[in-house]
T-cell receptor, first 117, second 111 residues
């Protein structure tokens, strides 16, 4: 089975440009998560969706960041305008609701390594 | 103070050694606890969940002490393939949706 798919795997852009990261969750999963990982701050949850609806975006750093999930098989994270401090690895993860008595294991994609010059 | 704190290491151990990692968390309302493993330049993967009663998976044993708010991971008979960064993770909810990650502890197993 295909895991979580992210594209592009690497992105180099210049400050001020718009960046769009893409994610395809595992088929049948109803939760989707966006994370950011840096050396300084570690791995941080940015936003998550349940059934395509944003549930918590308290981790989104500022208005330059936006995320959408137009359907169950696709999500985007957009940064506009990008800044050098946005350089990080961005991970997408998905999970399936396993019922009230169990946690939902999150499966991570390979990440997008973003460099903003 | 970070919500989840870990010793960054690295822990350098010989093959066959037993190694233990600890982490502490600050929010006493945390409900679910995990250890994730992350290989260099790869994505994190769930290693095991952690229960108050302790749980074991092969060479790996995890323990949770709610009173002291710390979590441990014990690896017995270390293998070269265990070399990775181990991330301590907590969540406020039972469902494990909003995960808070520690900074990770790096383990290097030497031949």
């Amino acid at each position: 089975d295909a895991g979580v798919i992210q594209s592009p795997r690497h992105e180099v852009t210049e400050m001020g440009q718009e960046v769009t990261l893409r994610c395809k969750p595992i088929s049948g999963h109803d939760y989707l998560f966006w994370y950011r990982q840096t050396m300084m701050r570690g791995l941080e949850l940015l936003i998550y969706f349940n059934n395509n609806v944003p549930i918590d975006d308290s981790g989104m750093p500022e208005d330059r960041f936006s995320a959408k999930m137009p359907n169950a098989s696709f999500s985007t994270l957009k940064i506009q305008p990008s800044e050098p401090r946005d350089s990080a690895v961005y991970f997408c993860a998905s999970s399936s609701d396993r019922g009230v008595s169990s946690y939902n294991e999150q499966f991570f994609g390979p990440g997008t390594r973003l460099t903003v010059l | 103070r970070k919500e989840v704190e870990q010793d960054p290491g690295p822990f350098n151990v010989p093959e066959g050694a037993t190694v233990a990692f600890n982490c502490t968390y600050s929010n006493s309302a945390s409900q679910s606890f995990f250890w994730y493993r992350q290989d260099c330049r790869k994505e994190p993967k769930l290693l095991m969940s952690v229960y108050s009663s302790g749980n074991e998976d092969g060479r790996f044993t995890a323990q949770l002490n709610r009173a002291s708010q710390y979590i441990s991971l014990l690896i017995r008979d270390s293998k070269l393939s265990d070399s990775a960064t181990y991330l301590c993770v907590v969540s406020l909810g039972w469902k494990g949706n909003m995960l808070t990650f520690g900074g990770g502890t790096r383990l290097m197993v030497k031949p």
